[in-house]
């Protein structure tokens, strides 16, 4: 008997209670905001750096599925890779072989990482770092990691340990006994080390949450640091890798940085199959995987899926074909310079950061008497709302899809797909002009919009 199932019949049936069936069924939460700011919208498809809605309006995506979508969205040579992977009907998952595609992908990934030696594959970012806080812990024989303040590396329990933000910890404890200590301070890391009980510092070369960059020889300085005390250094390249900031690997951009594990994730799926790599040195496997006994001592049932492992091979196929690295450090060096010219231009912009195409651009306290007391009202509300008034036009008026770096940060981050060149950039930024401009009026719909942000933040207390 042919059980038949037809998904393009189920979509046209029930696609237009989306909505509705998620918050009904899933996080219903997140329904309620997108109705609140205007960005529940319809999309009908997506391919490269932009989505279309049912009356052809294009929205150019600058946020990338949160740096999932290196690639764009529905890259063709990923798709194929998928299509082929399907058709040929591997003998996958059957636990006791040894496919080919996970060690092509593993030797593929360690030739941009000639230090290391071994990787993991699992199924998302936070499970790379949970690979990773493991490997350490079992490698030095030690309990306790190092973490930066407002790190962000997962939010599964052993991940949430080393996260330095406090609204995502709340209410979960206890966690697992790790430090944090200030991001660049090289005294305080020097401080935890002289414990004697510390596995390994894991750090951002460049932290999601608001894009601060690592300051210069920080992450040389704390690899000495660490080795000479015996622990590790973790980079967790799962937004910042894969090209993301001009360099295949951000730490990359600091001479003489190699970590002893490194977290990947994101981008290496293409956009379509989940997927996690831990990149290790071989004395650190091999004391994890001592004997045949601990063959299994750490796992994942759908990790080297052969799905995910086409997929990221053909990711760093088109990496390198395409020169994916060298447009995102070209075109992020155009949109930062841009941005960054507009400082002088707009008192509510205070700063303009980043590397490659992971830019922040903060906003600050206005100089002027007006627009003061109107900053001072939305901080008074919430830190953070300005940052969301821009976002919210940037999207309603000019179909631009972005997001606020953090929780009570008036920082935009800016991550596209790196496949994104000047057009996008002319796009966003005569967009962003012309929001800062009516920011800068003292009037318009923004401010209007700024009431029921108010209203919203007062209700949530």
């Not at 109705?35 to 279309?52: C, P, S």
């Not at 894009?211 to 020889?217: A, D, K, Q, S």
């Not at 790599?277 to 071989?282: I, M």
Request: aromatic share 8%.
């Amino acid at each position: 008997m042919t059980t038949e199932f037809d998904l393009g019949a189920l979509l046209a049936e029930r696609g237009a209670e989306r909505y509705e069936l998620h918050g009904r069924y899933l996080n219903h939460q997140l329904p309620r905001m997108l109705h609140t700011i205007g960005f529940d919208k319809v999309y009908e498809r997506g391919e490269g750096a932009y989505f279309w809605d049912a009356d052809g309006n294009d929205y150019l995506d600058m946020l990338a599925g949160f740096g999932v979508m290196g690639l764009g969205r529905h890259h063709p040579v990923v798709r194929k890779a998928l299509h082929d992977v399907l058709d040929a009907q591997l003998a996958d998952l059957t636990r006791f072989d040894c496919q080919p595609l996970p060690g092509l992908l593993a030797e593929k990934l360690l030739t941009h990482s000639p230090h290391l030696d071994r990787v993991f594959f699992g199924n998302s970012g936070t499970e790379a770092v949970e690979t990773a806080l493991k490997f350490a812990r079992y490698a030095t024989g030690r309990p306790r990691v190092l973490y930066c303040d407002h790190a962000f590396h997962g939010l599964t329990t052993g991940s949430l340990s080393v996260n330095g933000e406090d609204g995502f910890r709340d209410g979960f404890a206890p966690l697992l006994p790790d430090t944090a200590v200030p991001l660049g301070d090289l005294d305080a890391l020097a401080r935890e080390l002289h414990k004697g009980d510390v596995a390994a510092l894991i750090v951002e070369p460049i932290q999601g949450k608001g894009v601060h960059e690592t300051p210069p020889g920080y992450l040389r300085a704390a690899q000495e640091l660490l080795h000479k005390h015996k622990a590790l250094l973790i980079a967790d390249e799962v937004q910042t890798g894969l090209g993301r900031t001009g360099d295949f690997y951000a730490h990359q951009h600091e001479e003489g940085v190699e970590p002893d594990l490194v977290c990947v994730a994101k981008a290496l799926s293409g956009g379509y199959v989940p997927v996690g790599a831990t990149l290790g040195k071989d004395w650190i496997f091999k004391k994890v995987y001592s004997s045949m006994d601990r063959v299994l001592v750490h796992s994942a049932s759908f990790g080297s899926n052969a799905q995910a492992m086409a997929a990221g091979l053909a990711v760093l196929s088109v990496m390198e074909n395409e020169q994916i690295v060298a447009n995102a450090r070209a075109t992020g060096d155009s949109l930062r310079s841009r941005l960054a010219a507009l400082v002088d231009k707009y008192e509510l912009l205070a700063d303009v950061r980043g590397r490659g195409l992971m830019i922040g651009i903060e906003f600050g306290k206005p100089r002027s008497l007006k627009l003061r007391s109107r900053w001072t009202m939305l901080q008074a509300a919430r830190k953070g709302l300005f940052a969301q008034m821009v976002v919210v036009p940037l999207m309603q008026r000019h179909r631009i899809l972005t997001q606020v770096s953090g929780d009570h940060l008036e920082v935009i981050k800016l991550i596209p797909p790196l496949i994104v060149g000047e057009r996008e950039v002319d796009r966003f930024v005569d967009a962003f002009t012309a929001v800062m401009d009516d920011a800068h009026s003292g009037g318009g719909l923004m401010w209007d919009f700024s009431k029921t942000l108010v209203k919203q933040a007062v209700a949530n207390r």
